[in-house]
C-alpha cells in the first residue's frame, strides 16, 4: 500500500540518509556538516557526486549501486519524492548514498570548496521563461563553482531541446571544455562507449518519452573556477510537447 505525503515525511524526520533543510530553515541555521560531508557522513574520501533535481532519486540511487567507490548525493525540495529513493537506499543498505531536502538556490550553503567533483542534471525543468532558474545557468554555475573541483565535470541529460540547446550556447559562448555532446544519446551508445555511462541509467520517464520517440539529449563538460561566465544572447526555439506530469511548454514547433 502507497504512503501519503503526511507519512512518508514522518519517515523522513527518522531516516539516517535524509538530511531537510529548506530555504525556511537556512534562514536561521547553518548546516554544520559543510565540508565535512567526507568523515562526518561517508567515513571514507572517495569523489562526491551530485544528483541536483532528483525527483524520486532513482537515478541516484542507481548510480550508487554502479559506483560503489563514490559517494553519492541526490537533491530536491520535494520530499514526498524522495521518499521513494531514500527508502530504497536504506533497504538495499547503500552507504554510499544520501538526500538533501532543500531549494538547489542555495545549495552552495551545504558544500565546502572543493568538496564535489561531478553533477548530474537528469531532466531538469527547462525554466524556458526563466533563465535564473535554469540549472545550466550562468547564476547556478557561480555558486557551482563555490564547491565543484576546478575543471569538475557536469552532466546534462535532458529530454528538452530548448535547454540543451541554451546550454550548448552558453558553453560555447563561454569556451567551456566539451567532453561529450549528443543530440540523440542512444542512436551513439552502440557506435561510442564513451556513451554509455549515460546510456546505462534510464528513469521511469525517461522510458516513457522514449516509447513517444522524444529524443534523450546529452552532454558532459568542465567548469573552470576561471573566467567570467556570460550568458549567450540568441533567441531559441521553445520546446511544444507535453511530457509526462509536465504543462504545455510553449506553442512553437520543435524539433524532435
Same mark, same amino acid.
Request: hydrophobic share 35%; glycine share 4%.
Given at each position: 500500500?502507497?504512503?501519503?505525503?503526511?507519512?512518508?515525511?514522518?519517515?523522513?524526520?527518522?531516516?539516517?540518509?535524509?538530511?531537510?533543510?529548506?530555504?525556511?530553515?537556512?534562514?536561521?541555521?547553518?548546516?554544520?556538516?559543510?565540508?565535512? $560531508?567526507?568523515?562526518?557522513?561517508?567515513?571514507?574520501?572517495?569523489?562526491?557526486?551530485?544528483?541536483?533535481?532528483?525527483?524520486?532519486?532513482?537515478?541516484?540511487?542507481?548510480?550508487?549501486?554502479?559506483?560503489?567507490?563514490?559517494?553519492?548525493?541526490?537533491?530536491?525540495?520535494?520530499?514526498?519524492?524522495? $521518499?521513494?529513493?531514500?527508502?530504497?537506499?536504506?533497504?538495499?543498505?547503500?552507504?554510499? &548514498?544520501?538526500?538533501?531536502?532543500?531549494?538547489?538556490?542555495?545549495?552552495?550553503?551545504?558544500?565546502?570548496?572543493?568538496?564535489?567533483?561531478?553533477? $548530474?542534471?537528469?531532466?531538469?525543468?527547462?525554466?524556458?521563461?526563466?533563465?535564473?532558474?535554469?540549472?545550466?545557468?550562468?547564476?547556478?554555475?557561480?555558486?557551482?563553482?563555490?564547491?565543484?573541483?576546478?575543471?569538475?565535470?557536469?552532466?546534462?541529460?535532458?529530454?528538452?531541446?530548448?535547454?540543451?540547446?541554451?546550454?550548448?550556447?552558453?558553453?560555447?559562448?563561454?569556451?567551456?571544455?566539451?567532453?561529450?555532446?549528443?543530440?540523440?544519446?542512444?542512436?551513439? &551508445?552502440?557506435?561510442?562507449?564513451?556513451?554509455?555511462?549515460?546510456?546505462?541509467?534510464?528513469?521511469?520517464?525517461?522510458?516513457? $518519452?522514449?516509447?513517444?520517440?522524444?529524443?534523450?539529449?546529452?552532454?558532459?563538460?568542465?567548469?573552470?573556477?576561471?573566467?567570467?561566465?556570460?550568458?549567450?544572447?540568441?533567441?531559441?526555439?521553445?520546446?511544444?510537447?507535453?511530457?509526462?506530469?509536465?504543462?504545455?511548454?510553449?506553442?512553437?514547433?520543435?524539433?524532435?
Amino acid at each position: 500500500m502507497s504512503k501519503g505525503k503526511l507519512a512518508k515525511f514522518a519517515d523522513l524526520d527518522t531516516y539516517e540518509n535524509v538530511f531537510q533543510y529548506p530555504y525556511s530553515i537556512m534562514e536561521e541555521v547553518t548546516f554544520d556538516m559543510r565540508g565535512h $560531508w567526507h568523515e562526518q557522513y561517508f567515513n571514507n574520501q572517495n569523489p562526491i557526486v551530485l544528483e541536483l533535481g532528483c525527483g524520486k532519486g532513482e537515478y541516484t540511487v542507481e548510480l550508487a549501486r554502479r559506483y560503489p567507490d563514490k559517494n553519492f548525493i541526490g537533491v530536491d525540495i520535494k520530499g514526498a519524492r524522495l $521518499w521513494t529513493g531514500a527508502t530504497l537506499a536504506l533497504r538495499e543498505g547503500l552507504k554510499n &548514498v544520501a538526500f538533501l531536502r532543500t531549494n538547489i538556490e542555495i545549495i552552495d550553503r551545504f558544500f565546502a570548496q572543493d568538496e564535489v567533483e561531478e553533477i $548530474w542534471l537528469t531532466f531538469s525543468d527547462p525554466q524556458m521563461k526563466n533563465p535564473r532558474k535554469r540549472l545550466t545557468s550562468t547564476f547556478f554555475q557561480n555558486r557551482y563553482r563555490h564547491f565543484l573541483i576546478d575543471n569538475g565535470v557536469i552532466h546534462l541529460k535532458t529530454d528538452s531541446n530548448f535547454l540543451f540547446t541554451y546550454t550548448s550556447l552558453l558553453v560555447e559562448k563561454n569556451q567551456l571544455p566539451v567532453q561529450l555532446c549528443t543530440e540523440d544519446l542512444y542512436a551513439e &551508445v552502440s557506435e561510442h562507449s564513451e556513451y554509455s555511462e549515460a546510456a546505462s541509467i534510464q528513469t521511469y520517464y525517461e522510458s516513457m $518519452w522514449l516509447a513517444r520517440g522524444l529524443n534523450i539529449r546529452y552532454m558532459k563538460f568542465r567548469l573552470p573556477h576561471t573566467g567570467d561566465l556570460e550568458e549567450p544572447d540568441i533567441e531559441i526555439e521553445l520546446d511544444d510537447y507535453r511530457s509526462y506530469h509536465r504543462t504545455k511548454r510553449s506553442s512553437l514547433d520543435a524539433r524532435k
